[in-house]
């Protein structure tokens, strides 16, 4: 027996871009934290620290 297709809800195509839109910003974030982070993963993760849990909130 084959599933019924459910219609697209209204707010679907919103979601998706947000989630790009996030996704985006995760990745251009983490390209600059591995470009910069000299020192060693002591380093890379104080910088991580610092960017995403005292800047971003």
């Known amino acids: 027996m084959r599933e019924r297709r459910r ?3 209204a707010g ?3 979601k998706r871009s947000s ?3 996030a996704l985006r910003q995760a990745t251009r ?3 600059r934290l591995g470009l910069t982070a000299f020192g060693g993963p002591a380093a890379h993760i104080a910088m991580m620290e610092d960017e995403v849990v005292r800047r971003r909130g």
Request: proline share 17%; charged share 15%; with cysteine.
């Open 7 to 9: 219609p697209p809800v």
């Open 12 to 14: 679907g195509a919103r």
């Open 19 to 21: 989630c790009r839109a």
């Open 29 to 31: 974030l983490f390209l």
